[in-house]
């Protein structure tokens, strides 16, 4: 039988669920600032002066009586230089910074009363024209702090009409644009900004950040590396390099990327969790557990870490050592399908089938369209003897993923037992479609050796009809 790992080791990549022992890439903790795949952003660390009002706002008091309620935004600048972006141009917060509940009502509260003393005047025009550029600005970056990206994004272009030079209100602009998931505005943006100012090693960043999103994936890892090439320390773009790397298979130098990451910054566990990731491709699966550690080591909610472990393990054949990680992962992500679906293979190989069963369930009690877990469910069923309910399992699978090598290999191993000869070549010739790899496994299995020779001797026999079974190639997938 065929009883494979469901999903992809775990880094920063959210990408489908396929079988086997291929790699999620996943990104490193991310701040409220970008909460796009591959991008991180760290802040300034707040200035011992961060509770006075912003210099260039504290002659606005002096003019409270204003009808646009300058008193009120230099309350909000002095709130978004202490706790957000800043009230220019937008810069990152630490990594994993939050916004608490209780500053997010404050800032709610102060762009409120910005905007009730500018009632009556149409928006974002005629508000921004009453306001004026750099006190727009700080109204702008106040709807950015709490989410109002599309309003931010509006008055950040009322602020380019009056002054298309404007850096901070483009990169700005790009910003709210990522966040909008509208990355073609994005790029757009940061390139018309690096048109003016081609040294900006952030826009380059930025800029790629918005390739990325686009699947642009040259033209992301050139912006990545000229934003290096200005800021040789700029970290950032160094792990999002890395990122893209693994992406495209440049598991080498995706390596050393990361290792340059971790020599500027030691304590990132998302850069140790991706080393080992691409480690694991290069097939240094002694290597990639020495990072998964590490990156558990300086996190150790990092479940992702503990997954790809746990799957290392269980490659190696070390199953004491992947069941620990599993229920690692479970107890830190009790809604992990995957978790419990891999747990069950190292129970069953273990030969514990009553607690394979049971982790089997839970992964379809959580993901009942779980084609991975069906299949092995039904793999552990007929090795209790239970071929009929095996059979069942198979059907599902194959109903939630009709392309599960896995599945048409077991069904056709138990239509072989049966002996269904036409179904079982049926599955076997989907299994040959679909992982040809495979072919080798059933040469040697006792169950499907002698169906795949008589596949074989019917195609040379009519070499124009592979339909001898009586069954069609791209019929039912079903069991």
Request: proline residues 4%; contains cysteine.
């Amino acid at each position: 039988m065929v009883i494979w790992l469901s999903g992809k080791t775990r880094h920063n990549l959210a990408v489908a669920v396929i079988v086997g022992l291929t790699r999620r890439f996943y990104n490193l903790e991310v701040s409220n600032v970008m909460l796009y795949a591959h991008i991180w952003r760290t802040a300034r660390a707040a200035k011992p002066d961060a509770l006075k009002t912003p210099k260039r706002f504290q002659s606005l008091t002096e003019h409270a009586q204003d009808e646009f309620g300058l008193e009120e935004l230099a309350a909000l600048a002095a709130l978004l230089e202490q706790h957000s972006h800043g009230p220019g141009r937008i810069t990152p917060r630490p990594r994993g910074f939050r916004l608490t509940p209780d500053v997010r009502v404050k800032l709610e509260e102060a762009v409120s009363a910005v905007e009730n003393t500018g009632q009556g005047s149409e928006f974002p025009d005629s508000f921004v024209s009453g306001l004026g550029v750099s006190e727009s600005m700080v109204y702008a970056n106040g709807c950015y702090a709490v989410g109002r990206h599309g309003d931010a994004a509006q008055v950040y272009m009322a602020i380019l009409v009056q002054d298309r030079s404007n850096t901070d209100a483009r990169f700005n602009l790009g910003l709210a644009y990522l966040r909008m998931r509208s990355p073609e505005d994005a790029v757009r943006e940061f390139t018309d900004l690096l048109t003016s100012d081609p040294s900006l090693a952030e826009a380059y960043y930025q800029r790629g950040n918005g390739h990325d999103d686009l699947g642009s994936n040259e033209k992301a890892l050139a912006d990545y590396s000229r934003a290096i090439e200005l800021d040789p320390g700029y970290v950032h773009a160094m792990y999002n390099r890395g990122i893209i790397l693994a992406q495209i298979g440049r598991h080498h130098e995706a390596v050393a990327q990361f290792d340059k990451v971790m020599a500027i910054q030691p304590d990132i566990s998302n850069a140790y969790l991706n080393r080992g990731a691409s480690l694991d491709e290069l097939g240094l699966h002694a290597e990639a557990i020495a990072s998964y550690t590490k990156a558990a080591d300086l996190n150790p909610q990092n479940s992702f870490a503990l997954f790809n472990r746990a799957r290392t393990n269980y490659y190696l054949g070390k199953l004491h050592e992947a069941l620990a990680d599993y229920s690692e992962v479970i107890d830190l992500t009790p809604d992990d399908a995957e978790a419990y679906n891999n747990r069950g293979l190292a129970y069953d190989a273990l030969g514990d089938y009553d607690s394979a069963l049971v982790d089997f369930d839970a992964a379809l009690e959580l993901q009942p369209s779980f084609a991975e877990a069906h299949s092995n469910r039904g793999a552990v069923r007929e090795v209790l003897g239970d071929l009929d309910e095996a059979l069942k399992e198979y059907g599902h699978s194959l109903e939630a993923d009709p392309n599960l090598a896995s599945a048409h290999y077991n069904a056709a191993r138990l239509y072989s037992r049966t002996g269904d000869v036409e179904s079982c070549l049926k599955h076997l010739d989907r299994v040959l479609e679909i992982a040809p790899q495979l072919a080798e496994d059933a040469a040697h299995d006792e169950h499907l050796g002698w169906a795949l020779e008589m596949k074989q001797m019917r195609e040379v026999r009519d070499p124009e009809d592979d339909k001898g079974t009586g069954f069609d190639r791209d019929g039912d997938a079903g069991a």
